[in-house]
């Protein structure tokens, strides 16, 4: 744990009525946690089910449906990290003088606690997180290190902590580090920051303001291609700073030379340490070869070795819904990226490719495309269009690239799965042989689908309808 900051202790806890804001990912590990600390717990969450289903599990704590206030006396607020500080009840506490943190703001402070306690590294930016802790979780396996990824990968930072390992990839969002203030890690990592969940934090500045959190403990590293993150990581208070750079790098930088990922800050000859072919990364392409030389930075910070680095990265491969081909159909390639829910993220995607078939559309969450169609616009030799902001992303290919067929995807019965179905109809009719089909939302999936994995598995499980549907249409094929 990164020295030099004391946390607010949690021995006050024992005895303290805590209430727990949410009942979804986090809600029981933080009220198991908070049990094991002797508080008296209280859960509310608009879902009565959630509370039944919570209640049945930990029949120590109590449920309150709906709450807009603290109970009296209530200690201590920990909310799930997509809660707005404007909700009504963490609003109502904090007028009340309630303290309110986050489930890793907990974790943290238990963690503080540990006489040997896990080493965090830690990583935020607006795209790339979840390769780039799952690139440095395999590397750290190949070191040999009892490590784990946890956080907004999928797995409560408190669970992981729980759980006793000794150290910990933890990706971060930008809600999560508002709610934890007091978190210093041994190694930070901010990959990139572009406009996203402005509607969250109201402006940039609250967003980049809650990334740069993330730079505060005892090694920070960052993008530095952005001037925008390379002036945090100047300003950043930790004692040492890395760069990590697409180009040559120097002195205290990872970058590329000559066809290598190159490691010039752990070298002492100062020549730089070469550590992988650019062609062994996995994703291929730009975006995967920057955040293997973030997760290679992280990892040499905290001591790994070239050849642990080498292997882990050799090894990694991508998660599903981040650019995985799902099928060909005549010629053409369909490729889910259903993980590129920002218009930074889907511009990242469509830049690997030259002739592209964009199916976009979701929740903007106060973004733009305008910037994406300038630049990438004759990529595009059509774009199909779905769910809430379809027409915003309209508009601004009507006004920047109005050369660029626009389909806007429908269903008679409004279903998400007929919608998505339509969507790659229109797509497979606006390709030619050799173009790809790109499922790059650019847009949250909230307003259609569960999440973004779901909004993934629509497009494939469309492609193999319509396919069934082209296949059918062809002479002799009924059988």
Request: hydrophobic share 50%; proline share 6%.
């Amino acid at each position: 744990m990164a020295a030099g900051f004391d946390p607010p202790g949690i021995e006050h806890l024992a005895g303290a009525p805590v209430l727990v804001a949410g009942a979804g990912v986090t809600g029981a590990p933080t009220a198991k946690a908070l049990l094991a600390l002797g508080a008296e717990v209280t859960v509310t969450d608009a879902s009565a089910e959630k509370l039944a289903a919570l209640a049945g599990e930990l029949p120590a704590i109590s449920t309150a449906l709906g709450l807009t206030e603290p109970p009296a006396g209530t200690r201590l607020v920990v909310t799930s990290p997509g809660w707005r500080p404007e909700t009504p009840l963490l609003a109502a506490a904090l007028a009340a003088g309630i303290e309110v943190i986050g489930e890793v703001e907990l974790a943290w402070r238990i963690c503080a606690t540990d006489e040997n306690p896990p080493t965090w590294l830690v990583v935020t930016g607006t795209n790339g997180k979840t390769t780039t802790v799952s690139m440095v979780a395999a590397i750290l396996r190949a070191a040999g290190e009892d490590a784990l990824a946890c956080g907004n990968i999928g797995l409560p930072v408190i669970s992981a902590v729980a759980a006793g390992h000794r150290v910990l990839a933890v990706e971060l969002s930008s809600f999560q580090l508002y709610w934890s203030p007091s978190v210093r890690p041994d190694a930070g990592l901010l990959l990139n920051i572009a406009a996203d969940h402005l509607d969250w934090h109201g402006d940039l500045a609250g967003y980049v303001a809650a990334k740069q959190r993330v730079l505060t403990g005892q090694v920070a590293i960052a993008g530095v291609d952005d001037d925008l993150v390379a002036g945090l990581l100047a300003a950043a208070p930790a004692a040492t700073r890395y760069g990590v750079t697409m180009g040559e790098p120097e002195p205290g930088q990872f970058g590329v030379r000559a066809g290598q990922l190159l490691d010039r800050a752990f070298d002492p000859t100062g020549a730089g340490i070469e550590l992988l072919p650019v062609t062994e990364v996995h994703p291929p392409g730009p975006t995967g070869v920057f955040d293997a030389l973030a997760a290679a930075a992280l990892t040499r910070a905290y001591g790994v070795s070239v050849a642990a680095v080498a292997e882990g990265l050799r090894g990694f491969r991508p998660g599903d819904h981040r650019g995985v081909e799902v099928g060909e159909l005549d010629g053409v390639r369909y490729l889910d990226d259903s993980k590129a829910s920002n218009p930074h993220a889907a511009a990242a995607a469509i830049r690997a490719h030259r002739r592209v078939v964009w199916v976009a559309g979701g929740l903007l969450k106060g973004s733009t495309v305008d910037d994406l169609v300038i630049e990438l616009g004759s990529r595009l030799v059509g774009a199909v269009l779905l769910g809430a902001d379809r027409d915003v992303i309209a508009t601004a290919l009507a006004r920047h690239a109005p050369d660029v067929p626009v389909h806007l995807a429908q269903a008679g019965d409004h279903d998400a799965m007929a919608v998505m179905v339509d969507a790659v109809r229109a797509a497979s009719e606006l390709a030619d042989p050799g173009d790809v089909v790109l499922l790059a939302p650019a847009g949250a999936s909230w307003d259609m689908f569960t999440d973004y994995a779901h909004r993934g598995r629509a497009f494939a499980e469309a492609l193999a309808v319509v396919t069934a549907q082209r296949q059918l249409a062809r002479p002799g094929g009924r059988s």
